[in-house]
């Protein structure tokens, strides 16, 4: 899978996760791909000064973003 793809990929699975961050009043945003493993996104709204946004990181945006590129190893929060 070339990195354009993966790019491609990784935004279905925060179009498919955003709905949910925006009922609660937050969104996310990709900022970069490091070596089509490393996922670096923004969490905004809301979910800045959410107790759960880990949670969320983890269980739901890292979840489903390796669900669309498997071989993405780990996502992570750059702080705004």
Same mark, same amino acid.
């Given at each position: ?24 009043? !937050?969104?996310?945003?990709? %900022? ?8 670096? =996104?923004?969490?905004?709204? +809301? ?12 269980? !739901?945006?890292?979840?489903? %973003? ?8 780990? =996502?992570?929060?750059?702080? +705004?």
């Amino acid at each position: 899978m070339t990195s354009e793809e993966i790019k491609n990929n990784v935004e279905k699975a925060l179009a498919e996760i955003r709905p949910f961050l925006e009922s609660d009043g !937050g969104n996310i945003s990709l %900022i970069d791909i490091e070596d089509d493993k490393l996922v670096k =996104v923004q969490l905004e709204g +809301a979910c800045v000064g959410c107790s759960v946004n880990q949670m969320t990181l983890k269980s !739901g945006v890292e979840m489903t %973003i390796k669900k669309y590129a498997p071989q993405i190893e780990q =996502v992570i929060n750059i702080e +705004a």
